[in-house]
């Protein structure tokens, strides 16, 4: 089945040039040249994987990013941008992105990353289909995730995350097991990519974020997911 790509990037030449590769790649692709485009295009069509930019006209990437994920899409979301700051990456991590490469970068390290976030989005679960969780229920097989009968959107990053946890409850996950996991790496990674996701998860899980009962953290260690 031929993996299904939506790039969303303004400079023209960078745009052909990653819509070439891609396409030699054997990708199907879709393409947009400013926000708002970009937006329609993610919600009206399906796709396997988003390369967002940052900085596009008529609607910024973190806002598009942000309405992606506010209508449900589960798609990993690459964004790419110029911008090298600790508060950029936190922001975008905080509203749904999964990933992010800093311009200029390599072709083959945003292949590298492609092709390893749509093989970790496609892997099914080996065991149960739902998992329920007092008021939170958790469907592995379609992705999804909800609180009181309420749908909770969450990135694909997010959803993978917590998935890893409720498959491993009542085990305490260090940082660096988690990163290797769920996010594939084994050094130079964003080191609070891990505290953010997990932030962001207790925000639209927990009763009371600041007094989690459902992701503990075990001072020292990591993390616990208490079923």
């Given at each position: 089945m031929t993996e299904r790509i939506l790039l969303v990037e303004d400079e023209e030449d960078l745009r052909m040039t990653l819509s070439d590769r891609l396409k030699a790649e054997g990708y199907a692709l879709e393409t947009a040249s400013d926000g708002e485009d970009g937006l329609r295009k993610a919600t009206q069509n399906s796709h396997?994987?988003?390369?967002?930019?940052?900085?596009?006209?008529?609607?910024?990437?973190?806002?598009?990013?942000?309405?992606?994920?506010?209508?449900?899409?589960?798609?990993?979301?690459?964004?790419?941008?110029?911008?090298?700051?600790?508060v950029d990456k936190v922001l975008g991590l905080k509203i749904?992105?999964?990933?992010?490469?800093?311009?200029?970068?390599?072709?083959?390290?945003?292949?590298?990353?492609?092709?390893?976030?749509?093989?970790?989005?496609?892997?099914?679960?080996?065991?149960?289909?739902v998992l329920q969780f007092g008021s939170i229920r958790v469907d592995l097989k379609g992705t999804t995730v909800s609180r009181n009968g309420k749908p909770v959107p969450l990135s694909a990053r997010e959803f993978r995350l917590l998935r890893y946890f409720a498959q491993n409850?009542?085990?305490?996950?260090?940082?660096?097991?988690?990163?290797?996991?769920?996010?594939?790496?084994?050094?130079?990674?964003?080191?609070?990519?891990?505290?953010?996701?997990?932030?962001?998860?207790?925000?639209?899980?927990?009763?009371?974020?600041?007094?989690?009962?459902?992701?503990?953290?075990?001072?020292g260690l990591g993390y616990k997911f208490v079923a």
């Open positions: 396997d994987l988003i390369i967002l930019d940052v900085m596009l006209p008529k609607k910024n990437g973190f806002d598009v990013c942000r309405d992606v994920r506010n209508a449900g899409i589960a798609a990993p979301i690459i964004m790419l941008t110029a911008r090298g700051q600790l749904g992105a999964d990933d992010y490469l800093t311009k200029p970068f390599e072709v083959l390290e945003l292949l590298a990353r492609i092709e390893a976030h749509i093989r970790r989005n496609s892997v099914q679960p080996k065991d149960a289909e409850p009542g085990t305490t996950l260090s940082r660096e097991v988690l990163l290797k996991e769920v996010w594939g790496y084994n050094e130079d990674t964003f080191t609070r990519t891990v505290d953010v996701h997990v932030g962001s998860l207790r925000q639209k899980l927990e009763k009371d974020p600041k007094q989690p009962a459902l992701i503990v953290t075990v001072p």
